[in-house]
């Protein structure tokens, strides 16, 4: 059974910054290739970052350019780097397997207002 935990909730300015990390427990991480999806208000939840077993990344075009993801495979924790925020960037934060995706954890809100 995979466990993820999503952390990094924050409330920040236009224009500003935050870092989420997800860690993971329950499978052999570094076998997955991993995604940060997002849920705003009345929204379908998407896939915005992923990243392969090799480290290569993939991103939504609303985030390019802007945010970064990362895994760290000896620490079993992801990370999810996001410059320039925008109020349209609000929204609740998971990660999760990018094939075969396992329980939700709980996410983690980033609100981005002035």
């Known amino acids: 059974q995979v466990h993820l935990v999503e952390s990094g909730v924050g409330l920040v300015q236009p224009g500003g910054s935050l870092r989420l990390s997800c860690v993971a427990s329950?499978?052999?991480?570094?076998?997955?290739?991993m995604g940060w999806y997002r849920q705003a208000p009345g929204k379908e939840r998407e896939l915005v970052a992923q990243?392969?077993?090799?480290?290569?990344?993939n991103y939504a075009a609303s985030v390019k350019g802007r945010f970064t993801i990362s895994r760290d495979n000896a620490k079993n924790t992801m990370y999810l780097q996001m410059n320039s925020l925008k109020p349209e960037d609000t929204a609740v934060y998971y990660c999760?397997?990018?094939?075969?995706?396992?329980?939700w954890g709980k996410g983690t809100l980033v609100s981005v207002s002035s």
């Open positions: 329950g499978s052999i991480f570094s076998m997955y290739a």
């Open positions: 999760n397997r990018t094939l075969n995706p396992a329980s």
């Open positions: 990243i392969s077993t090799s480290v290569a990344t």
